[in-house]
């Protein structure tokens, strides 16, 4: 499509901080969320959670603490280049304990083998379990404060003075 002579296009500024925060960023935080419950609970939904053998549970649960570790890592991956200098010491304490949790996270499951079956039973170590939970819930928590300090979660705005945009609003203009 071609432009018109008389279109001004210099006039329009592409935003695509919003949509690379969206997609990027808030969504993982979203799922961070999602995979906590479901790390607790065997699923995010409470009827599911309640109609799921204890098998289904377990290796939900599993699953669910693995993909909570891979997200607050890509998160880590996805904002580093927009920290703020005041914030790069937590934000890399904050993801050296996620390597230590990762160094760690095998540890969350025991594998039993039925010796009248010869079956595998996968059970969680939930002592293991909960405190790298915690651990990871805790990064998830601190992150918040340097995203958005460089402006990833709400937008960077200025000061307002209230007391004059009121002041504005009573004299009409």
């Not at 079956?117 to 992150?143: A, G, R, V, W």
């Amino acid at each position: 499509m071609a432009f018109k002579d008389n279109e001004d296009t210099s006039t329009e500024k592409w935003n695509t901080a919003k949509t690379y925060s969206a997609l990027m960023i808030m969504k993982n935080l979203f799922a961070c969320d999602v995979y906590i419950i479901t790390a607790k609970y065997g699923s995010d939904d409470i009827n599911n959670s309640l109609m799921m053998r204890f098998e289904e549970k377990t290796m939900a649960r599993l699953e669910a603490i693995r993909r909570l570790r891979d997200t607050l890592e890509l998160i880590f991956k996805n904002t580093v280049k927009f920290l703020k200098t005041k914030d790069e010491k937590t934000f890399e304490r904050l993801r050296k304990i996620l390597i230590e949790v990762d160094n760690v996270l095998n540890g969350v499951n025991i594998i039993e083998i039925n010796q009248g079956t010869k079956e595998q039973i996968i059970k969680i170590n939930e002592q293991h379990f909960d405190l790298c939970l915690k651990t990871m819930m805790k990064i998830n928590e601190d992150l918040i404060e340097p995203l958005n300090n460089a402006g990833l979660i709400f937008k960077e705005t200025e000061e307002y003075d209230l007391e004059e945009i009121k002041r504005q609003i009573i004299e009409g203009g």
